[in-house]
């Protein structure tokens, strides 16, 4: 069953879906932190791609689940979207060419929800409107969800603006 975190936003009509789907996410992220049982509870949990794209010279994650140091959870299986496919051709000539999993840096001056306008910077987050399904009763409701839009980034671009996780993939050309 998915889990759709909710977007806290002004004027919002609060429903108990709001407050069921937060809870769940919470607990999501407490068991996945206690199941790595490492001393650094961030990195890469489980990554997937689509083997097929390679030899369009494209990286095209299907499934993605990794915890950043700041602590933010992105598992696309249960609430993110996937990232857009990573494009390998400009790393064209490079003896070997490593992929990051990259989330935009957080500002404490805001702004960090995308709203469709242009941006110097990349936005941290992107949101939808669904229907939920009220868990203790039958009516459902239309919420407005937080994504992360998490990306896939080569090593050697300007990462600056991105809270990098760690490699998700490594290709060495013989």
């Not at 992107?126 to 992360?148: F, W």
């Amino acid at each position: 069953m998915k889990i759709f975190r909710p977007l806290w936003e002004d004027g919002a009509a609060l429903a108990p879906q709001q407050f069921q789907q937060q809870a769940r996410w919470d607990e999501h992220i407490a068991d996945t932190v206690a199941g790595m049982g490492i001393s650094h509870p961030w990195g890469v949990v489980n990554a997937e791609f689509d083997t097929a794209a390679l030899v369009l010279s494209r990286l095209n994650a299907t499934r993605l689940v990794v915890r950043f140091q700041d602590g933010t959870m992105v598992d696309t299986d249960l609430a993110d979207n996937l990232p857009p496919v990573c494009d390998l051709s400009v790393a064209n000539g490079s003896e070997v060419v490593e992929v990051v999993v990259a989330l935009p840096l957080l500002s404490a001056s805001g702004g960090n929800l995308d709203n469709g306008q242009d941006s110097e910077r990349p936005r941290r987050w992107k949101s939808e409107r669904l229907v939920v399904q009220e868990l203790a009763g039958h009516e459902s409701g239309e919420l407005a969800i937080l994504r992360n839009a998490v990306t896939l980034r080569l090593s050697t671009q300007e990462n600056t603006a991105y809270s990098v996780s760690m490699k998700v993939w490594q290709y060495w050309r013989l």
